[in-house]
Nanobody, 124 residues
Framework: QLQAFGGGLVQAGDSLRLSCAASRRTFSNYRMGWFRQAPGKEREFVIAISSNGHSTYYADSVKGRFTLSRDNAKNTVWLQMNSLRPEDTAIYYC???????????????????WGQGTQVTVSS
């Protein structure tokens, strides 16, 4: 089970940190990712991290602004979002892939578990 926290209303240029906590002890085996969905749009890939945290993939739209980190001892990943833009407004979902082997995953269909989503709104 995944729980996402940290969404809110911010202004353009501000920062926000989302967290995603997993209840499973095998968290260190999970590849993790974040996706987002804006009103009227399809869910899109944002960022993903390998199970050991050594590899991260980014969507082009967030490179240089977003980072993803994890602490396997705390069963948590953190999505740090800087220089937020109005186009970042969306519901953000964390996701987990139970197989730890391999690179981070960009495709939503590859993930096994999903959090409930947290709203991020960036005003101009």
């Amino acid at each position: 089970q995944l729980q996402a926290f940290g969404g809110g209303l911010v202004q353009a240029g501000d920062s926000l940190r989302l967290s995603c906590a997993a209840s499973r002890r095998t968290f260190s085996n999970y590849r993790m990712g974040w996706f987002r969905q804006a009103p009227g749009k399809e869910r899109e890939f944002v960022i993903a991290i390998s199970s050991n945290g050594h590899s991260t993939y980014y969507a082009d739209s967030v490179k240089g602004r977003f980072t993803l980190s994890r602490d396997n001892a705390k069963n948590t990943v953190w999505l740090q979002m800087n220089s937020l833009r109005p186009e970042d407004t969306a519901i953000y979902y964390c996701a987990a892939k139970s197989s730890g082997y391999g690179p981070p995953l960009r495709v939503a269909g590859d993930y096994d578990y999903w959090g409930q989503g947290t709203q991020v709104t960036v005003s101009s």
